[in-house]
């Protein structure tokens, strides 16, 4: 532990496991008064992996096409939920496999946090899962331009993230956006950014 931080890579799953049962409050990219009942249910899986006895974060960043505000953004693999699946877990798992090519049966599914409302009226849930590792990720190239990891305790280091405030077109007051800084090249902000700072507010039992 530093500076009153415990050290994140010395959690074990069974730890992560049990820290998870302590939920956030949810989270939002936008005012919550301006959410209608239209949000629509989604998903991601936030894959741990050990490296070098290092617990790093699995994110894709997808593939850019011209008119669409998520591509060429960092993300966690997943998506909208589809009529067929029977819980927000399958479709974290199904959208994992289709996009970056992870088998549901090799992820140890430990738990989740307390769902994201993002700006593009998502309600999404992301799922903490362990994946062995390496592994042969077989990405999905019409989604996924690239699949990367970031140590968790760089990603948990307070000087390597911001927040900026930004208006929401129908809000006056302003509204948190958060920014790390480049790692390996990629930018991780927004929902995604809010998402792995609610993780590891949990994980530091904040």
Known sequence: MTSGVPDLDRLSSEQIRQRLHDQRDTTYDVPPELLGDSAREAAVLV?????????????????????????????????????????????ALREAGEEVGIDAADVDVLGYINHHHTISEFQVRPYVGVLPWPYDLRLDSTEVAR??????????????????????????R??????????????????????TLSLIEVLEGG
Not at 148 to 168: C, D, G, K
Not at 175 to 192: C, K, Q, R, S
């Open 47 to 91: 894959p741990f992996l050990r490296v070098e006895d290092a617990w790093h974060l699995l994110y894709i960043r997808r593939t850019q096409f011209e008119g669409d505000r998520h591509s060429g953004q960092v993300a966690f693999a997943g998506g909208k939920r589809d009529d067929e699946d029977s819980s927000l877990l399958d479709t």
């Open 147 to 172: 699949a990367f990891t970031i140590p968790l305790a760089w990603l948990a280091r307070r000087s390597n993230y911001r927040t900026e405030e930004r208006r929401h077109p129908r809000s006056r």
């Open 174 to 195: 302003p509204w948190p956006v958060v920014y790390f800084e480049h790692y390996d090249g990629e930018l991780l902000w927004g929902a995604t950014a809010r998402m």
